[in-house]
């Protein structure tokens, strides 16, 4: 009787033992299943330019030049149309991350600035210059170096880089729809998140 007792609980043991290393087995591989399914996504994320915009902005251009100690000056002027094309764009191959499968979190701890790119298109009309003050190279670039700052002003002021956010939270939310589906936790900067409209950028 004893033996049989002992051939039982020996038998169950065993049991116990195999069927308790198979589930933490598959607790491994599902585990690693879904480490590589979240790597495999944020893997897919490449540049993605979030918004474009169109400014167009006319300057009139002058520029004088004192002659002969302020007795008269030579005066140089043009009308300066431009139009420029603005992208705003967040290269997100360039987010940093941690993967903890341990403790099934994926860290995001840095998420890239937004890059400004302005393309501007210009056309000069009414360019008036006198033989002692000509139009130069320095006249361009001084012209394009306060249209790039004026085009800046703008699109500051305009909802372009708050479409763009907004478009950079709806792809971010994608990281935390599958991070939930798969019982992990997603976090920015050490906080758990649930609502990327929350976050500061």
């Not at 520029?63 to 140089?76: M, P, R, T, Y």
């Amino acid at each position: 009787m004893r033996k049989t007792l002992f051939g039982v609980v020996i038998t169950l043991v065993v049991l116990f033992t195999f069927k308790y290393c198979d589930a933490k087995k598959e607790d491994e591989i599902t585990l690693h299943e879904n480490s590589a399914l979240i790597q495999e996504q944020l893997k897919n994320v490449g540049k993605l330019v979030v918004t474009e915009g169109h400014f167009s902005e006319v300057f009139n251009y002058k520029n004088s030049k004192a002659i002969f100690s302020d007795f008269f000056s030579a005066e140089k002027k043009a009308l300066v149309v431009v139009n420029a094309d603005v992208s705003i764009a967040y290269d997100l191959s360039k987010m940093e991350y941690e993967i903890d499968e341990e403790n099934r979190i994926l860290r995001i701890t840095n998420i890239p600035e937004e890059e400004i790119k302005i393309s501007p298109d210009f056309e000069y009309y009414d360019i008036q210059a006198d033989f002692l003050n000509p139009f130069e190279a320095n006249d361009y670039n001084a012209i394009k170096e306060t249209v790039k700052a004026s085009l800046m002003k703008k699109v500051e002021a305009s909802t372009l880089k708050t479409n763009a956010k907004n478009r950079l939270i709806s792809e971010l939310s994608k990281f935390y729809i599958l991070t939930n589906s798969l019982g992990w936790t997603l976090e920015y900067q050490s906080q758990p998140i649930s609502n990327f409209e929350d976050i500061k950028f």
